[in-house]
Structure formats: structure tokens, C-alpha cells
Antibody, heavy 121, light 109 residues
């Protein structure tokens, strides 16, 4: 059964870079037809897509975050990472990683449990 | 960018009743729409993909319909565990870009 697990600091200072890793178990990250992605959810608010990537290197980012986001993959460790630069309090959120199944459509399944990142000095 | 608008924002019903949740897209997304359920403190769970296909393990009381710009998630007879927040989501363009609706909270009346 495919499982995803987010990890990283729970507290980041304003203007610094948020860094998270998603470890994938129960399946390979290098499988065709699958993208992988990051989604976040500010406390009490809805879901916001951050970006997605394909193991071969193709990436797609939310235009509202594109200038600050980098998603990378380490196929040898079967994990992928998120970096969000110049963070502010508005970036405080639960961050989820998930598999993005792409056909002509696209949906996320499964999801990691999520990790709360607070931006505060 | 395609915008998804969900209605109502909050729906108050009793167990055993039928729930109808709506998701409207700002332009046609064909049948390329998914629905998720999120309980407090938990990650979202896929319910429906491609507008009307139930994900693995999802009870038959959940059904999805619609195409183009108007979509509906129906829960035929509410169970206590169904009271949660529901989100719709679509994928457009290539490489893929994703948008979510703002969510509908289904609460116990």
C-alpha cells in the first residue's frame, strides 16, 4: 500500500526558506502516469495547490507561488522535497504531499498525513 | 485559471437525510472533476474522480454527477461519519495545474 510521510521543521522564521521532504513507501516514485505534488491548508481555511512534478523533471507550480517555490526529487531515496523562500505569516499552514494520478483528468490519492509549519519569529 | 465555486458554504442536515453539494466551474472542465472529504485534523480523502467514479473503498451512498461546468456530489442517506468538509478539484492545462473549490461544510442539524 502506497504511503507518504511529510517531514521538516515545524517552525520557520519570517524571510527564511521553508523546507519539507515527502518520503514515499510501498511504491516507486519513478512510475509513469503518476505525478507527485504539494498542497497546503492554512488553519481554518481551504486547500491550495502548491505545485507538482514528474520524476523525469517536468514541474508545474501555482502561479501565485511560482517565484518562491522549488520542488525537487531524489529517486535514489524515493522522496521529493519542497522549498518555499521568503516566507511570511501567510505561509503558516498544514502542508500535505500526495500522489497526483494523471489520465485526461487528475486527482490526488493517497495523501500524507500533513505537517504543520508555523512562520513566526 | 479555472475557478471552482462550491455551494452552499454550509449545509445543515440530520442523519438519514439526503445531501446535495454543488460545484460550479468558471469554464468547462468536461468530466475532469474530483471530490474529497476532510474530517477535522485529517488529510483529505478521495471520494470521486472523473466526476462520477467512486474511489476504492468509498460507500455506495456517495455518488457524483455532472459535466461541463456544473457538478453535484450526493450522499443518499447521511451517516454520522459523513459530517465533514467536502472539496471539489479540477486539473487543467499541461503540465497539470490544479484548483480546488473553497469547500462545503456539512454539519449536523
Amino acid at each position: 500500500q502506497l504511503q507518504l510521510q511529510e517531514s521538516g521543521p515545524g517552525l520557520v522564521k519570517p524571510s527564511e526558506t521553508l523546507s519539507l521532504t515527502c518520503a514515499v513507501s510501498g511504491g516507486s516514485i519513478s512510475i509513469s502516469s503518476y505525478y507527485w505534488g504539494w498542497i497546503r491548508q492554512p488553519p481554518g481555511k481551504g486547500l491550495e495547490w502548491i505545485g507538482s512534478f514528474y520524476y523525469s523533471g517536468s514541474t508545474s507550480y501555482n502561479p501565485s507561488l511560482k517565484s518562491r517555490v522549488t520542488i525537487s526529487v531524489d529517486t535514489s531515496k524515493n522522496q521529493f522535497s519542497l522549498k518555499l523562500s521568503s516566507v511570511t505569516a501567510a505561509d503558516t499552514a498544514v502542508y500535505y504531499c500526495a500522489r497526483l494520478i494523471i489520465t485526461r483528468s487528475g486527482w490526488f490519492d493517497p495523501w500524507g498525513q500533513g505537517t504543520l509549519v508555523t512562520v513566526s519569529s | 485559471e479555472i475557478v471552482l465555486t462550491q455551494s452552499p458554504a454550509t449545509l445543515s442536515l440530520s442523519p438519514g437525510e439526503r445531501a446535495t453539494l454543488s460545484c460550479r466551474a468558471s469554464q468547462s472542465v468536461s468530466s475532469y472533476l474530483a471530490w474529497y472529504q476532510q474530517n477535522p485534523g485529517q488529510a483529505p480523502r478521495l471520494l470521486i474522480y472523473d466526476a462520477s467514479n467512486r474511489a476504492t473503498g468509498i460507500p455506495a451512498r456517495f455518488s457524483g454527477s455532472g459535466s461541463g461546468t456544473d457538478f453535484t456530489l450526493t450522499i443518499s442517506s447521511l451517516e454520522p461519519e459523513d459530517f465533514a468538509v467536502y472539496y471539489c478539484q479540477q486539473r487543467s492545462s499541461w503540465p497539470p495545474r490544479i484548483t480546488f473549490g473553497q469547500g462545503t461544510r456539512l454539519e449536523i442539524k
